[in-house]
């Protein structure tokens, strides 16, 4: 897998999960699902993410 792919799989497992969070644990969780997103809104203008840099890091190749 690419480093995009690996992104997008980790946002969405993020934003899964600070969902259920949110809902069962609580509240202030859904502030995590707004960082991802808005990490994800930013990265869309910039092609950079923190992940990016450290999946990079990790060897894994870009498309």
């Not at 069962?24 to 990016?52: D, H, I, K, R």
Request: overall charge positive; aromatic content about 20%.
């Amino acid at each position: 897998m690419t480093v995009e792919r690996y992104l997008r799989l980790v946002a969405g497992f993020f934003v899964l999960l600070s969902v259920a969070l949110g809902h069962w644990v609580n509240e202030y969780w859904f502030l995590f699902t707004a960082f991802v997103g808005l990490n994800l809104f930013q990265s869309a203008f910039s092609n950079w993410c923190p992940l990016m840099t450290i999946l990079k890091k990790m060897g894994i190749r870009s498309a």
